[in-house]
């Protein structure tokens, strides 16, 4: 036995976690750095992995800093137990929190309202899919319904009538539709009938509430997962919370294996011939795999969150004291010209109120520099060891829309992650959109404007009363009723290129009508501002009629 051999074995033994104690980061790879030189090739390597944990590939890709092992030797020699010690001992005691980044992990989260799903994919660091609202009748979804207490009958009859509202004007606007559009020959029975049924979808989710259920699938790396957990975690609604919790089991419990059923038949075929065989096959085939069964079960209520969140509310209502909302664009390209110590006590304020960022900025300017400071400081207060700054904190980006819009356009919008966004709470002081498409029958032309109106405005009625209740939770459970028509207030902080992108992306014919007009409006913004950028814009002109055969 070499000396390499000697001390892995040493290594293995189920004494690791008082060894992993006695040594330090640095000292650990000079283990494995002892076997012997071997004739390497020279060309490049390069190769797909698969099968294994989440974890145990974490820490073999980790180890790449301080080893020279191969990634097929790493894997060899490390079990799941080694990755679970490693990374107790490295990613929590010594806060080496890049490892979690090497660790991606799949979830389904299934059955969520669409408020929730909202508060989930609200992260800079995220990949999924989430159900659309174009592709799909949501209608036969079902709905979340909060703990209204004695309020829940009024609740429910809120949703049904938002639902029946709904139905009422998908069909009445796919028969506008087509009365409008004639099929053309070329074109296929069901896929006229397909393309004008997401037409009709694209007015009628004006109308889906928030407790809406939805499905939605992410991957996400652990450290994403850990962030993302906590931050639900402190979530204000109990929906949101409860998901966390499990999330953090999912992560920590037994994934579901897409091939267990096959694999067990074929572990029974295996065992009736050679018992013993079958036996390995099982533990091979059968294991159970914990995703992040280490990485993510630290994971609390974020009290930096919490902390913040309490006392930039007070803040933002003590500074504007009750001042009315002043009208604004539905999009507004902020100057950039104002101090960074404005941006930042500004963006700190613009979540925790309904002010538009110009309006807010006017207040925060004509404080004095020591108030101003003070709000600063709010935002770091609560700051824990491991906490990254408030989003609030991400400064000095060239181009702020502060974009007023429908809750379901900024769905989509809420997509694009390379920019900084700040979201607003929902509420009806903004009121609602109406469903305008240039080139489609309107819902006045349709006969279904009075329905639309009829349904909005009950919903906003229907909100007012139930935050208003008194019950527990109250002002955040009557948001569930706010319908997807509802405007909301966000603010997107990019560079250029993300605003030429999105702007190019969103202006697109096959988009929806809502987040094109926004992207068109940002275009504007950037073409008055900067005339000379203009020509670098590859834009559709969002006001001419388009085809609405074409997807």
């Not at 003590?318 to 507004?332: K, N, R, S, T």
């Not at 709470?425 to 305008?436: A, R, S």
């Not at 190019?504 to 504007?524: C, T």
Request: proline share 5%; aromatic share 8%.
């Amino acid at each position: 036995m070499n000396l390499r051999e000697a001390l892995l074995q040493n290594y293995t033994k189920p004494c690791t976690a008082n060894i992993l104690s006695r040594m330090t980061y640095s000292e650990l790879p000079m283990i494995d750095d002892l076997h012997e030189n071997q004739n390497k090739p020279s060309e490049t390597d390069v190769y797909a992995i698969h099968g294994a944990d989440p974890e145990v590939l974490a820490y073999a890709m980790a180890k790449y800093s301080r080893s020279s092992l191969t990634m097929k030797e790493s894997l060899a020699e490390i079990s799941a137990q080694r990755a679970e010690q490693f990374l107790n001992t490295f990613y929590f005691q010594y806060g080496h929190r890049s490892i979690a980044d090497l660790a991606h992990i799949p979830f389904a989260i299934e059955r969520l309202s669409l408020l929730a799903a909202i508060e989930l994919v609200d992260e800079q660091r995220w990949d999924g899919q989430e159900r659309s609202t174009r592709y799909q009748n949501f209608r036969t979804s079902g709905w979340f319904t909060p703990d209204l207490g004695v309020e829940t009958p009024a609740f429910t009859a809120a949703i049904e009538a938002l639902f029946t509202a709904y139905d009422s004007i998908g069909a009445g606007m796919l028969e506008a539709l087509k009365t409008a559009i004639p099929r053309p020959e070329a074109m296929k029975p069901e896929a006229y009938e397909r393309t004008l049924k997401a037409r009709a979808f694209d007015v009628a989710r004006y109308l889906l509430p928030l407790a809406t259920n939805t499905s939605l699938g992410q991957i996400v790396n652990a450290r994403t997962l850990e962030t993302q957990v906590s931050r639900l975690l402190t979530s204000e609604f109990a929906e949101v919370r409860q998901i966390a919790e499990k999330l953090r089991i999912a992560a920590t419990e037994p994934a579901w294996n897409v091939y267990q059923t096959s694999a067990q038949v074929l572990c029974e075929e295996i065992f009736s011939v050679d018992a013993a065989c079958g036996e390995r096959a099982a533990e091979a085939l059968l294991r159970p795999v914990k995703t992040a069964p280490t990485l993510v079960k630290y994971a609390v209520r974020n009290g930096y969150l919490d902390g913040s969140r309490g006392e930039l509310t007070a803040a933002a209502a003590e500074l504007m004291a009750g001042q009315p909302i002043d009208p604004a664009p539905v999009v507004d390209l902020l100057d950039d010209d104002e101090p960074l110590e404005v941006e930042l006590a500004t963006s700190l304020l613009y979540p925790h109120c309904h002010y538009s960022y110009r309006q807010l900025r006017s207040h925060v300017a004509a404080l004095s520099d020591a108030r101003r400071m003070e709000l600063i400081t709010l935002g770091t207060k609560h700051r824990g060891r491991h906490d990254e700054l408030l989003r609030a904190f991400s400064a000095g980006r060239g181009f702020r829309f502060d974009i007023l819009m429908d809750i379901g356009g900024f769905r989509d919008m809420h997509r694009h992650r390379r920019c900084v966004q700040l979201l607003q709470g929902y509420t009806d002081v903004h009121g609602y959109e109406e469903p305008v498409c240039p080139g489609q029958p309107s819902l006045a032309e349709a006969g279904l404007e009075g329905v639309y109106t009829s349904a909005m405005d009950a919903a906003l009625a229907s909100y007012r009363q139930l935050r208003d209740s008194g019950v527990p939770e109250a002002a955040q459970s009557a948001q569930y009723c706010l319908p997807l028509g509802t405007r909301c207030r966000s603010m997107f902080k990019m560079d250029f290129a993300e605003a030429l992108y999105i702007s190019e992306l969103r202006s697109g014919v096959a988009g929806h009508f809502s987040y094109r007009r926004v992207a068109w409006e940002m275009y504007k913004a950037v073409e008055a501002k900067h005339p000379g950028l203009a020509k670098h814009f590859r834009i559709e002109d969002v006001n001419e009629p388009v085809d609405l055969l074409r997807r």
